[in-house]
């Protein structure tokens, strides 16, 4: 059963939702059966990267709310994030545009490493401080999870995969998407937000029984003599 995931690479609760989304799928007794797949989504696609704006600046501007006020949203994520595990270090983080990222992700992806893509560039924004609009920092990340860090900087050289993050965009708008982290569950079930594990594991278990209930009955095969294919008997 294919989960798809629509996130953004600078999305705080996308983080915590992965983190909660596995913690379900970890207790899901068919585990095995679930397939995930990232997709990507841009909450600001005009976004310009600059290192020089403090984080607790960016999300004062585009909320209207004061400095101190946004760092407060940001002490609360922080602390959300912790109980999961996670370190946040917004006083380190880069405002950055992701749609870079989000081609290095679908890279990624084509290698079967979409889950570790993911994971690496969540923890280099918001635990490392590292900007993940910068080639270099993508390529090293990319020379991390396994990929080839000549490939990954080729490919970011150009506009490979730019068509694929666009498709995931227009996709989540036809779904109705409007905001991340959006977990899809055979195309039956929609989570928004980093909805607590007990949500992750409810609507799992009602996706999958219902899956299981459509799927093709395997054949009991009785094995006798016969002829196969190309003539051999």
């Given at each position: 059963m294919k989960i798809q995931?629509?996130?953004?690479?600078?999305?705080?609760?996308?983080?915590?939702?992965?983190?909660?989304?596995?913690?379900?799928?970890?207790?899901?007794?068919h585990k095995?059966?679930?397939e995930?797949?990232?997709?990507?989504?841009?909450?600001?696609?005009?976004?310009?990267?600059d290192p020089t704006i403090n984080i607790n600046q960016y999300l004062a501007?585009?909320?209207?709310?004061?400095?101190?006020h946004a760092k407060q949203l940001n002490d609360h994520v922080t602390q959300m994030a912790a109980e999961v595990?996670?370190?946040?270090d917004f006083d380190k983080a880069i405002v950055a545009n992701s749609f870079d990222a989000h081609r290095f992700a679908h890279l990624a992806k084509q290698n079967s490493l979409?889950?570790?893509a993911e994971e690496a560039l969540f923890n280099a924004y918001f635990t490392e401080g590292k900007n993940i609009a910068d080639h270099e920092t993508l390529a090293e990340l990319g020379e991390q999870i396994g990929l080839d860090k000549d490939e990954v900087a080729h490919t970011l050289k150009g506009n490979k995969y730019a068509i694929n993050v666009n498709q995931d965009i227009a996709q989540a708008q036809q779904l109705?998407?409007?905001?991340?982290?959006?977990?899809?569950?055979?195309?039956?079930y929609g989570i928004s937000g980093a909805q607590p594990v007990?949500?992750?594991?409810e609507t799992l278990e009602k996706a999958y029984t219902e899956w299981t209930a459509t799927k093709p009955v395997a054949l009991n095969v009785i094995e006798g003599d016969s002829c196969e294919v190309g003539g051999d008997c």
């Open positions: 995931i629509w996130s953004d690479v600078m999305c705080p609760f996308c983080y915590i939702g992965k983190r909660r989304f596995e913690q379900a799928l970890g207790q899901f007794e095995d059966e679930i995930v797949e990232w997709k990507s989504f841009q909450l600001n696609p005009n976004l310009v990267t501007d585009i909320k209207g709310i004061t400095i101190d595990g996670l370190t946040y979409g889950d570790e109705g998407v409007r905001g991340v982290p959006f977990f899809v569950l055979d195309m039956k007990e949500a992750f594991t």
